[in-house]
């Protein structure tokens, strides 16, 4: 559970679709890291006029532990970028997502073409 607190808060500090988090996770390895490095650490890495920068330094878990809580209470699972059943095509794009939240039973990813529309799945064979 702990460590699920830190890749919500990483996922919460950075932006999606920019190279932070690949940045760091490279560096660092895991979210526990990237939590305990220090602003100077992180401004190694990023730069400290990078627009996530002030995020990373916040240190406050509050609002992860909302969304853990939040999560637990309502099955809503979270897959995280470390997890093996994190889609491979998501692994290998140059800014993956951090972590993917889902209800019900994972799809074999690498199995299946999966398009989202609003809140259904779609799946099937690829092509």
Request: proline fraction near 6%; hydrophobic fraction near 35%; charged fraction near 20%.
């Amino acid at each position: 559970m702990d460590n699920l607190l830190y890749w919500i808060w990483l996922s919460l500090s950075c932006t999606p679709g920019k190279d932070t988090f690949a940045k760091l996770i490279e560096k660092f390895n895991n979210p526990l890291n990237i939590y305990n490095a220090s602003d100077s650490e992180i401004a190694a890495v990023i730069t400290s006029d990078c627009q996530d920068y002030s995020m990373l330094c916040n240190k406050d878990t509050e609002k992860a532990k909302s969304i853990l809580n939040f999560c637990t209470s309502k099955k809503v699972g979270i897959l995280t970028y470390s997890d093996e059943k994190f889609p491979k095509s998501l692994r290998e794009i140059s800014n993956p997502p951090v972590l993917l939240y889902y209800r019900g039973v994972l799809p074999k990813f690498d199995a299946h073409c999966l398009i989202s529309a609003s809140s259904q799945i779609i799946s099937g064979p690829p092509r």
